[in-house]
């Protein structure tokens, strides 16, 4: 049965219920069994609409899977990239959602800071929708979380390991989403990390809000800075990249020698579940194919040895493996993401 959920804004994931949560999983899967049976082509709820997705940081996967579930559901959809508006430049957040809100049903944001999503909420009077910002990323937590339930069945109860950068987006995230499926997760990252995921004052309220979700949902959170004791028996191992879009190159080595113990590679793989599958939010540096790899490689290779091979956060033995199950999580980014367009102008 659909549930009301028109006019809402994907702001926070922390802004829905359990039982919206997981509706919006459902509908996602729903979505993509209707889409490879090819009905997606004869019902397209959401003809006359229009979308706009704004991006001050570039992304293949956000940007293309809104606009093949905008295409597939039938609405428009505008892109605004990073140098295609004057947003927060020459005209304020507050003016530039005013005007949008006149033209759009639906605006999704991807981003810095969180506080940009907030206006956009407040001023545009349409449902806005977070395509990442420095404090969350719920429409990839929402494909994360969809692709686990493909693989694994029923989630309430199982493990997921995050290793690496703990105090980051996606590991926010992470936690997020385990604490409205009842998930264990343990964040594995350096100790440093560990009390400002609990108790920073961009993370505590989080973290405390994550908590009152585990108490109701089952489930729990834990840390550990040893990455093999953390994989044991875990159902899903999931990590990021080390350095994200937008942050200076002259980060790479201070997180190389932060992180390089937490890299995820076959040591780690066969300590967990055997079932267990490997997710990661792409992109990722497992081999020396990019720009960043190779340059990576050639200054740090001798002095680091964990980044030898190109490779940071993940191994490329662990990417190209079996457990690796980060292409159909991507793939699932589209369906998730139609899941929230459909569930906020459509029903």
Not at 26 to 42: F, M, P, R, V
Not at 60 to 78: I, K, N, P, Q, Y
Not at 147 to 174: C, H, P, Q, W, Y
Not at 312 to 323: A, H, P
Request: proline share 3%; net charge negative.
């Amino acid at each position: 049965m659909p549930m009301n959920l028109k006019g809402r804004s994907l702001d926070s994931a922390l802004n829905f219920t359990t039982e919206q949560i997981k509706y919006l999983l459902d509908l996602s899967i729903e979505l993509k069994k209707a889409k490879y049976q090819g009905l997606h082509t004869n019902n397209r709820p959401l003809v006359g609409k229009n979308i706009a997705i704004m991006f001050q940081k570039d992304s293949t996967r956000t940007r293309c899977a809104f606009e093949v579930a905008a295409a597939d559901l039938g609405a428009s959809c505008t892109y605004i990239g990073p140098a295609g508006s004057n947003f927060g430049k020459k005209e304020s957040i507050e003016d530039t959602a005013l005007v949008l809100g006149q033209f759009y049903d639906g605006i999704e944001f991807r981003g810095f800071a969180q506080e940009d999503v907030d206006a956009l909420v407040k001023y545009s009077g349409v449902p806005v929708w977070n395509g990442l910002t420095d404090a969350e990323h719920p429409t990839q937590m929402l494909a994360d979380y969809m692709t686990m339930m493909e693989f694994l069945g029923d989630l309430k109860g199982k493990k997921v390991v995050f290793a690496g950068d703990i105090k980051n987006n996606v590991a926010r995230s992470i936690m997020i989403g385990a604490a409205f499926t009842g998930m264990h997760v343990v964040l594995c990252g350096p100790k440093s990390q560990h009390e400002i995921v609990k108790n920073a004052p961009s993370h505590k309220p989080v973290y405390e809000a994550c908590l009152k979700l585990f108490e109701r949902n089952g489930g729990s959170v834990s840390f550990s800075d040893n990455k093999l004791e953390a994989a044991k028996g875990a159902h899903v191992i999931y990590t990021d990249v080390w350095v994200s879009l937008g942050e200076d190159f002259s980060l790479f080595e201070p997180r190389i020698k932060e992180l390089g113990a937490f890299q995820v590679d076959m040591d780690m793989i066969k300590a967990a579940n055997e079932d267990v599958i490997f997710l990661h939010c792409l992109p990722a540096f497992h081999d020396d194919h990019t720009q960043f790899s190779m340059e990576i490689k050639k200054q740090f290779g001798e002095k680091y040895p964990v980044v030898a091979t190109g490779a940071m956060e993940v191994t490329d033995e662990v990417f190209q493996s079996k457990y690796n199950k980060s292409i159909e999580q991507a793939g699932n980014r589209m369906h998730s993401i139609k899941a929230v367009i459909l569930a906020t102008i459509g029903y």
